[in-house]
């Protein structure tokens, strides 16, 4: 940290030092301590999951209890949606957005902070449960009522897991409508909405997607505390209350944070691509139509988690389902078409936005499987699910992560990324990930369900899951490589330049890492891509 | 392998409508296998074909648009997806449906961690604990299972019949199959009910309705 | 009319055919609640949106976060009003401690109120009391 720390004091008369960081309102500071903690606890999360994977990796108990196996796949999943994904969504939206609209910070710069802060210690709170004497939440990330009632689940350690979602639900909450009040009321002379960058359109739907949906979480929660510890019903058919209620809840809100942590890397592959391809985006208004419209989508599909419930209308979550993959099919094909007689170079970057098109796709028709009300009934809470989820959150968000990390952390750091580590890196994840997570789906129709420490010898899941176990050693070697790479690169990595890529957009028209307020002036906006035009000399929408 | 990757690796089911589920799973991989060839295919043609060469600044084409073109690959997807929903639902229908004059109909409870197994119109009863899992027989052709909960939410999963239902408290779910031969069928628990959620599961030994009812009747006996 | 109010407006009218085709396919009331919850979260925001590009079309004074409506014309300056922004503040921490301690006496016992609360004030009144 001490070159990043270093690159930008030196930006402004500020505070330096670790005050200086604390009571920091830069966007920049407040996106990189985003991404930071979000790191942190994708690696604190993704120990549990090694830990889990170990477990499993032959039948019977070996390294842990039950309980602890219950406490650990449950803070895996909490943390990796709510402290990890959905946090790093902010701190490259925190970082970039106003950048990408040529602002000078976000619109409310101290309730940034104050978003950063609730979100950092919110996590600590939820993770503070494995000190408690009966442990973490061990009912699962989706908390279903009434086992996560204090009759099945009593213990503090799940009121911590309530208490601390409930402040990172906050903390989300007041961060989107900071950053949509940056897009809409911030924006530079001439960037009207349609040449804003596609990142930026991923965004605003993102935000509108956090602004409705996490209310809805935030509200249950409250709901299961009053339940918990003031006898309030809501869930608990006993006093006339109803645990299907909470499913609702839960998936309303959900679903849509499903697309809170992929709509903002479907951005980050949409920028990088064209730069790497050297061609503007194919088809910029039908991508932002599609956008919207796996938005306004979003909404309507959230019950296809309830679909062995009875109690639903499945065919009618089915079809929303289903329409998903249109506009998703949309992206794919601008994607394909932007290459298309391009002239692509393969970077890092490059090269983890190639993997996250396949892999996504992989995950992507899955989802039409598991959208299928007869399918779902006989794969539902199966390994077939955790491989699905797992092509599309890990295949999807995370390899899109390190694509953006290696595209923009030499705009944040000023140093380039080591090039042959990354490289290693890539390969070393791509067959990690797949060794992982592709026997899953075999282990699922054959019957293995999730959430499960043990299973029989019998049934013959011991060989697919030993493999698994290998796959996941992999990819935490893989995680090793990129934090080497990280530290050498900070310390020794060539100077990046303001535009190492050839970038597009107005972040590579800005030193790096950008100074105080980010720009001395900028260029004329008449595209989506200002810095291009400016580079060659392009006038006009194209 | 052949065999089993023609029938896109899912184990063969024993009842009537989970063979339904077979084939819609069959028609999925089968149309989900060729667009995904489709796909990969353009993504790989292009990172193959459109790499750059060395030294080559020269900007390519920068085309943008083509309204014709995005049209259809918006029309294309949504007539496969429509396609592939009128299907869903048609399958849907069949695996819901209430067979007629069930030969057994078992109240099944579930509760944290095993199952109780009623036979409707008996006495019977059977009990599964972690330690001794329930084993039940049932005959051959029409059953109807009716489902709930004593404490948390379970589900109830046999994957043999690829079909599996939520146990809720408070609420009756339903789950009818034909079973079509004798066999023994491993189920167990789907949806986590807690500590010894994995350690929840039972048999069901499909009979002919003779010995399933001299079974019956010497259960009835012993009470 | 601006995209950013069509955005609010589209989403709007779009949960209100689905919610409505909902309801009527299932009279079940908690998701169509939902539903129509998105629907007047959306006219909000519509309302609220509204207002600003008004304002900004017709150069009444803005508060500072719609320095730039991009409807203006193109060449005007960026606007770059280095007092406009704080340079930094140790408030939004306190207030997030606060907040915490709040919630943790809910666990724990309201004896963490008195601290929790004494922050939060402190915090409310620092905050408010800088100057930019």
């Known amino acids: 940290m001490a070159t990043l720390d270093h690159a930008l004091a030196h930006t402004a008369p500020r505070p330096t030092g670790v005050v200086g960081w604390i009571t920091t309102v830069d966007h920049k500071r407040i996106g990189i301590l985003y991404m930071i903690t979000a790191v942190v606890f994708f690696i604190a999360s993704g120990i549990l999951a090694l830990l889990m994977r170990a477990e499993l990796a032959q039948p019977g108990l070996q390294i842990m209890d039950e309980s602890t196996y219950n406490q650990a796949f449950t803070i895996h999943g909490t943390g990796m949606m709510l402290l990890f994904a959905t946090p790093l969504v902010a701190g490259f939206a925190n970082y970039f957005v106003p950048l990408h609209v040529g602002a000078p910070d976000v619109a409310f710069p101290r309730l940034n902070a104050l978003t950063y802060w609730l979100y950092a210690l919110g996590g600590l709170v939820v993770f503070s449960g494995f000190l408690t004497a009966s442990g973490a939440a061990s009912f699962g990330w989706t908390g279903y009522a009434p086992l996560s009632d204090s009759t099945y689940t009593p213990g503090a350690g799940v009121d911590l897991w309530i208490i601390g979602l409930i402040l990172v639900g906050f903390s989300s909450i007041l961060g989107a409508v900071n950053l949509m009040a940056t897009i809409f009321g911030m924006r530079a002379p001439g960037m009207t909405m349609f040449r804003l960058p596609i990142f930026i359109w991923n965004m605003i739907v993102t935000l509108a997607l956090i602004m409705f949906s996490f209310p809805v979480l935030t509200a249950a929660l409250a709901a299961l505390f009053i339940d918990r510890n003031f006898g309030g019903g809501f869930f608990d058919p006993a006093q006339g209350g109803d645990p299907i209620l909470w499913q609702h809840l839960f998936w309303f809100f959900g679903h849509p944070e499903v697309y809170v942590v992929i709509l903002p890397f479907f951005g980050v592959v949409t920028e990088i691509i064209p730069v790497f391809s050297r061609k503007p985006l194919f088809g910029y208004r039908g991508f932002v139509f599609a956008t919207l419209l796996i938005g306004a989508y979003s909404f309507t599909v959230w019950a296809h988690h309830m679909f062995t419930t009875g109690s639903v209308d499945n065919p009618f979550f089915s079809a929303m389902t289903m329409l998903i993959a249109v506009p998703t099919g949309v992206k794919f094909f601008s994607w394909i078409a932007t290459m298309w007689r391009g002239k692509l170079r393969f970077q890092t970057p490059m090269l983890f936005t190639m993997g996250f098109l396949f892999m996504f796709l992989i995950g992507g028709i899955t989802g039409i499987f598991v959208a299928s009300p007869p399918i779902d009934l006989a794969v539902h809470d199966t390994y077939y699910v955790v491989a699905h989820m797992h092509y599309v959150l890990f295949g999807g968000t995370v390899f899109a992560m390190f694509a953006a990390f290696y595209y923009w952390i030499p705009k944040m750091s000023g140093r380039m990324m080591g090039e042959r580590l990354g490289k290693l890196h890539f390969w070393l994840m791509l067959l990690g990930f797949n060794v992982t997570f592709f026997p899953m789906h075999q282990l699922g129709l054959d019957g293995m369900q999730r959430r499960i420490p043990d299973y029989l010898p019998e049934r013959g899941f011991d060989t697919l899951n030993a493999l698994s176990t290998v796959g996941s050693a992999i990819v935490a070697m893989s995680i090793l490589v990129f934090i080497s790479n990280f530290l050498l690169s900070m310390k020794k990595g060539a100077p990046a330049g303001d535009d190492p890529w050839g970038g597009n957009t107005l972040e590579w028209a800005t030193t790096s890492p950008p100074p105080h307020h980010n720009f001395r002036s900028l260029p004329p906006i008449v595209s989506e891509r200002p810095v291009f035009d400016a580079r060659h000399g392009v006038h006009g929408d194209g | 392998m052949a065999t089993s990757l023609l029938g896109s690796c899912t184990p063969r089911a024993v009842t009537a409508q989970g063979r339904d589920v077979n084939t819609l799973y069959d028609i999925f991989f089968w149309i989900a296998a060729g667009v995904f060839v489709i796909t990969a295919g353009l993504i790989a043609w292009s990172i193959i074909r459109y790499r750059a060469k060395p030294g080559d600044e020269d900007l390519p084409k920068q085309f943008r648009h083509n309204l014709k073109l995005e049209i259809t690959w918006f029309a294309i997807p949504q007539a496969i997806v429509i396609v592939l929903f009128v299907l869903s639902a048609l399958t849907l229908t069949d695996v819901n449906e209430r067979v007629p004059e069930p030969a057994a109909t078992v109240n099944v409870t579930a509760y944290q961690w095993g199952w109780r197994f009623a036979y409707e119109g008996t006495d019977v009863e059977v009990v599964g604990t972690p330690q001794q899992p329930a084993e039940i027989l049932v005959p051959t052709g029409n059953l109807a299972f009716l489902l709930t909960s004593a404490d948390v939410v379970h589900a109830f999963y046999v994957p043999k019949f690829l079909i599996k239902r939520d146990t809720i408290p408070g609420r009756t779910t339903r789950l009818d199959v034909a079973v079509e031969a004798p066999g023994t069928f491993d189920g167990e628990c789907a949806e986590f009910c807690g500590l010894l959620h994995h350690r929840m599961p039972f048999t069901i030994e499909a009979v002919s309705p003779d010995q399933f009812q001299s079974w019956l009747d010497d259960m009835s006996a012993e009470i | ?132």
């Open chain 3, 1 to 132: 009319m601006a995209e950013e109010l069509r955005f609010f407006l589209r989403s709007a009218l779009f949960t209100i055919l689905i919610g409505t085709i909902y309801w009527f396919l299932s009279y079940e009331e908690t998701g169509s609640i939902l539903l129509a919850g998105v629907v007047a979260s959306s006219a909000f925001f519509v309302l609220v949106v509204g207002a600003a590009v008004r304002a900004a079309r017709s150069g009444r004074k803005t508060p500072r976060s719609l320095l730039g409506f991009a409807e203006g014309p193109e060449d005007r300056p960026l606007i770059l009003d280095e007092d406009a922004f704080p340079s930094g503040s140790a408030w939004p921490i306190v207030g997030s401690v606060a907040a915490m301690l709040v919630g943790l006496g809910l666990i724990y016992g309201g004896w963490l109120w008195i601290p929790g609360a004494g922050l939060a004030l402190a915090g409310a009144w620092g905050w408010l009391a800088e100057e930019r």
